[in-house]
């Protein structure tokens, strides 16, 4: 069968309209380039690959798309380890093919946003070939160098997420270097002024290129302590699997010393004012943090003069967002971030994707979908997310990723969310490539390929896409207040409001029938709502799986 769609059509987008306010309650689409489509028959999927597929990214509704890495890198961690920040990397393009892109998703109405890596490099970068060269040369302190202590050992007790010590011994200059992750990723030395100004510059390049914004990767990694001391360690009834898996000795310690550092919001403060010199453009941040995130996330996007939203891991983690645990969560949201702004996610290039994680049905995936596309707050959906994708199992001799062979078996690591989407439904590699792909495409993903749902309107691609239409038909429901009616772990309902406006949506998460009360007023069923619920009276039966919206009600 040809990887040819031809039944998906192209649907130009509105024109792109400078809007400052618009990264509000917008949809952002995750696309992860080595897994998206291959175009040169490498096996890896490429810049015009994405173009190829932009199409279909924009048939979702989709305000934007935010690209992971695909600048210069020995992939070590699959474009996290940038060796040139203003290139593209000879697998996925060229800077011609990037201008390209950004070319096409602009005139299919999509924004762009680019994963930026500012916390490291990769230490075949020329700024750490230079740095470790010696002691006194120019870029000597770009990077976070110590001492040994007396004993020969590192210069305290921080720990790489990636397992070990996060200190690596350099012969060349006879000290250790910091990495939070790869020991082939150096941390860069964000107390040096001239690394600041540089990162800044490389952000002035993309944002010149036409990129309407950011997803900092990592972004609470920036600036360590000073003084270099040690992390107290963390009681075990306090530790949690949702930064680091449960096998992982990083999550022993309370990370107060090597991330969070107030010195930081110095640094988001110039990189808010270089943004603010371009209309209509934002940025997301990613904080990884399991004691401190929320508070985090409010200092990072407090008084509008820092990063426009930040994207935590509340919902990434194994926790199943029962009615009650979302309401733990939103109720928390509000009173530590107040006035600061959510980007909600369920599944990422870096999580088990969600069906699996939290093993649901077909029925439960649409309504979780309809549940994130409720939520107030900017939404970011992972490639596939939108056909239904479950977790790959990747065997052991197939796996890619360095974290996942560290720690296999008990952690299989990041390899079985990122295998190549399926785009026909054919038995040589779903339309992804003409080639062996870098990661198998999974046998069991192949029934859920775009050319098969794309014929049926019952399927979980449709459902997508009716509800992202119906969010953006109701636009209380980007930004809207958000007030929660009633909260059990079977049920949440909710009322959006905004001006007038006011929308009732009642959610059953479970496979048994739920009655859920309606507020006080009156309430009609809302049109272009994806699921066939009516109201009975002052209630509404809800069928396992199935939601409910209504607009009206009285303020």
């Keep these: 069968m040809s990887s040819m769609l031809p039944i998906a059509e192209t649907r130009v987008g509105p024109a792109l309209v400078p809007d400052p306010d618009w990264w509000r309650g917008a949809v952002i689409y995750q696309i992860y380039p080595r897994s998206f489509q291959d175009s040169n028959h490498d096996g890896i999927g490429d810049l015009a690959g994405i173009i190829r597929r932009l199409p279909h990214v924009a048939s979702l509704g989709v305000d934007a798309i935010w690209i992971s890495p695909f600048y210069r890198s020995p992939m070590l961690d699959f474009g996290y380890d940038v060796s040139d920040y203003r290139d593209v990397d000879p697998m996925f393009g060229t800077l011609g093919d990037f201008d390209a892109l950004v070319a096409r998703a602009h005139e299919l109405g999509l924004r762009v946003l680019i994963d930026l890596v500012l916390s490291h490099t990769s230490d075949q970068h020329p700024w750490f070939?230079?740095?470790?060269?010696?002691?006194?040369?120019?870029?000597?302190?770009?990077?976070?160098?110590?001492?040994?202590?007396?004993?020969?050992?590192?210069?305290?007790?921080?720990?790489?997420?990636?397992?070990?010590?996060?200190?690596?011994?350099?012969?060349?200059?006879?000290?250790?270097?910091?990495?939070?992750?790869?020991?082939?990723?150096?941390?860069?030395?964000?107390?040096?002024?001239?690394?600041?100004?540089?990162?800044?510059?490389?952000?002035?390049?993309?944002?010149?290129?036409?990129?309407?914004?950011?997803?900092?990767?990592?972004?609470?990694?920036?600036?360590?302590?000073?003084?270099?001391?040690?992390?107290?360690?963390?009681?075990?009834?306090?530790?949690?699997?949702?930064?680091?898996?449960?096998?992982?000795p990083y999550n022993w310690q309370e990370h107060i010393y090597d991330k969070n550092r107030p010195e930081n919001l110095a640094f988001l403060r110039r990189l808010r004012a270089v943004m603010d010199e371009y209309p209509a453009t934002t940025a997301v941040g990613e904080v990884g943090d399991d004691q401190r995130g929320l508070e985090i996330q409010a200092e990072?996007?407090?008084?509008?003069?820092?990063?426009?939203?930040?994207?935590?891991?509340?919902?990434?983690?194994?926790?199943?967002?029962?009615?009650?645990?979302?309401?733990?969560?939103?109720?928390?949201?509000?009173?530590?971030?107040?006035?600061?702004?959510?980007?909600?996610?369920?599944?990422?290039?870096?999580?088990?994707?969600?069906?699996?994680?939290?093993?649901?049905?077909?029925?439960?995936?649409?309504?979780?979908?309809?549940?994130?596309?409720?939520?107030?707050?900017t939404v970011c959906l992972y490639q596939g997310e939108e056909l239904g994708l479950t977790e790959a199992n990747v065997a052991f001799e197939d796996l890619r990723d360095p974290y996942g062979i560290a720690f296999w078996p008990k952690f299989r690591g990041r390899d079985g969310c990122r295998t190549p989407i399926p785009w026909v439904q054919d038995n040589r590699n779903g339309g992804f490539s003409e080639a062996r792909p870098w990661l198998p495409v999974a046998v069991e993903h192949l029934d859920r390929a775009v050319s098969r749902q794309e014929l049926d309107p019952a399927s979980t691609l449709a459902f997508y896409r009716a509800m992202i239409a119906f969010r953006k038909a109701h636009p209380v429901l980007a930004k809207g207040t958000l007030t929660i009616v009633e909260a059990r772990d079977e049920v949440l309902s909710l009322v959006r409001a905004q001006g007038g406006t006011r929308l009732f949506a009642a959610f059953n998460l479970s496979g048994a029938p739920q009655q859920v009360a309606l507020p006080a007023g009156t309430w009609t069923a809302a049109a272009g709502s994806p699921f066939a619920v009516r109201a009975d009276g002052a209630a509404v039966r809800l069928g396992a799986w199935e939601a409910y919206f209504a607009t009206g009600g009285t303020e």
């Design 129 to 248: 070939r230079e740095s470790r060269s010696s002691r006194d040369n120019p870029k000597a302190d770009w990077y976070v160098w110590a001492d040994a202590k007396p004993d020969g050992t590192p210069p305290n007790n921080w720990l790489s997420i990636f397992g070990g010590p996060a200190w690596q011994w350099d012969g060349e200059r006879m000290q250790y270097y910091l990495h939070n992750f790869l020991k082939e990723q150096p941390d860069l030395n964000f107390h040096c002024p001239e690394v600041q100004d540089e990162l800044l510059a490389v952000a002035r390049f993309w944002l010149d290129r036409g990129v309407d914004g950011f997803r900092l990767d990592t972004i609470n990694f920036y600036v360590h302590d000073r003084e270099l001391r040690n992390n107290p360690p963390l009681p075990p009834e306090r530790r949690s699997d949702k930064i680091a898996p449960a096998v992982n």
């Design 300 to 377: 990072y996007t407090s008084g509008g003069d820092k990063v426009h939203m930040c994207y935590g891991f509340e919902f990434l983690s194994p926790v199943v967002p029962t009615g009650t645990r979302i309401r733990e969560v939103l109720d928390r949201y509000e009173e530590v971030v107040g006035d600061g702004w959510a980007c909600w996610a369920f599944s990422n290039h870096d999580v088990v994707r969600h069906p699996t994680r939290w093993n649901l049905p077909e029925p439960a995936v649409r309504l979780y979908a309809a549940l994130l596309l409720t939520l107030r707050g």
